[in-house]
C-alpha cells in the first residue's frame, strides 16, 4: 500500500483547471507522471516543478513540506489519463509511487 | 533518441526464477550518469520500484524484494537484466524497464512499453 495518498480520482471539463495532490512525501522531490490507457508512464514534472522537453506548459508542478500538487490548465480530451506522484521515503530506503489518480475529462 | 524494451517469457511458473531483459538504444548503459532500474504495476499494489543498477555496477533493491531480485547489465550487448526468484502470484504483473536520471533526486525519464508476467501454477 502506497504512503504516498493521492485521491483516487478528479474529474474536469474541457479548459477549466485541474489539481492533484500528492501528501506524504518526506522533503525529497516529488515527481510527476502520466499513464494513457494501455501504455506506459511518461515524466511530466521532475523536481516538483521542472517540466521535461516537449511537455505542454500546462502541466506544472509545486511542492510545500510534505504535499506536492500536479496542476493542468486548459484541460483537454487527451490528458485523460493516470497520474502518479514519486518520491524517495527513507524510512524504507526505497523509491515510492502514489496509488495514482484518474482524470476524466467530461 | 533513447529507448528501452523489455523481453522474456510472459508466463513464468511458480517458485520459478523470472528473468528479463531490456534493450537500451540511444545510450550507453554503462554511462556513469544513469541509474537502469525496474518496475513493476499491478492494479493491487500499483506502481513498485524492484531496484536499479548503475552504470558502475553497483546495485540497489527494495527492501521488500531484496532477498529475492538480481540485477546485472551487458555493457556489450547494451542491455541490463532482472532476475526475481521463488515467484508467487503476488508477483504477476506488467514489468517495466527505465531509466533514472538524478538532477536532485531521481526520475524515471525514460520508460520501456512493459511486458506482461504472468506467474502460473
Known amino acids: 500500500q502506497s504512503l504516498l495518498t493521492q485521491p483516487p480520482s478528479v474529474t474536469g471539463a474541457p479548459g477549466q483547471t485541474v489539481s492533484i495532490s500528492c501528501i506524504g512525501s518526506?522533503?525529497?522531490?516529488v515527481h510527476w507522471y502520466q499513464q494513457l490507457p494501455g501504455r506506459a508512464p511518461k515524466l511530466i514534472i521532475f523536481?516538483?516543478?521542472n517540466r521535461p522537453s516537449g511537455v505542454p506548459y500546462r502541466f506544472s508542478g509545486s511542492r510545500s513540506g510534505s504535499s506536492a500538487s500536479l496542476a493542468i490548465t486548459g484541460l483537454q480530451v487527451e490528458d485523460e489519463a493516470d497520474y502518479y506522484c514519486?518520491?524517495?521515503?527513507?524510512?524504507?530506503?526505497?523509491?515510492?509511487f502514489g496509488g495514482g489518480t484518474k482524470l476524466t475529462v467530461l | 533518441q533513447v529507448q528501452l524494451q523489455e523481453s522474456g517469457p510472459g508466463v513464468v511458473k511458480f517458485s520459478e526464477t523470472l528473468s528479463l531483459t531490456c534493450n537500451v538504444s540511444?545510450?550507453?548503459?554503462?554511462?556513469?550518469?544513469?541509474?537502469w532500474s525496474w518496475v513493476r504495476q499491478t492494479p493491487v499494489k500499483g506502481l513498485e520500484w524492484i531496484g536499479y543498477?548503475?552504470?558502475?555496477?553497483?546495485?540497489r533493491y527494495n527492501p521488500s524484494l531484496h532477498s529475492r531480485v538480481s540485477t546485472s547489465l551487458d555493457e556489450s550487448k547494451n542491455q541490463f537484466f532482472l532476475e526475481l526468484g521463488s515467484v508467487t502470484a503476488a508477483d504477476t504483473a506488467v514489468y517495466y524497464c527505465?531509466?533514472?536520471?538524478?538532477?536532485?533526486?531521481?526520475?524515471?525519464?525514460?520508460w520501456g512499453q512493459g511486458i506482461l508476467v504472468t506467474v502460473s501454477s
Open positions: 527505465a531509466r533514472s536520471y538524478c538532477a536532485g533526486d531521481c526520475s524515471f525519464d525514460f
Open positions: 540511444g545510450v550507453s548503459v554503462n554511462s556513469q550518469i544513469y541509474y
Open positions: 543498477i548503475y552504470g558502475g555496477g553497483s546495485t
Open positions: 518526506a522533503g525529497y522531490d
Open positions: 523536481g516538483n516543478n
Open positions: 514519486h518520491t524517495f521515503d527513507p524510512n524504507l530506503t526505497s523509491w515510492v
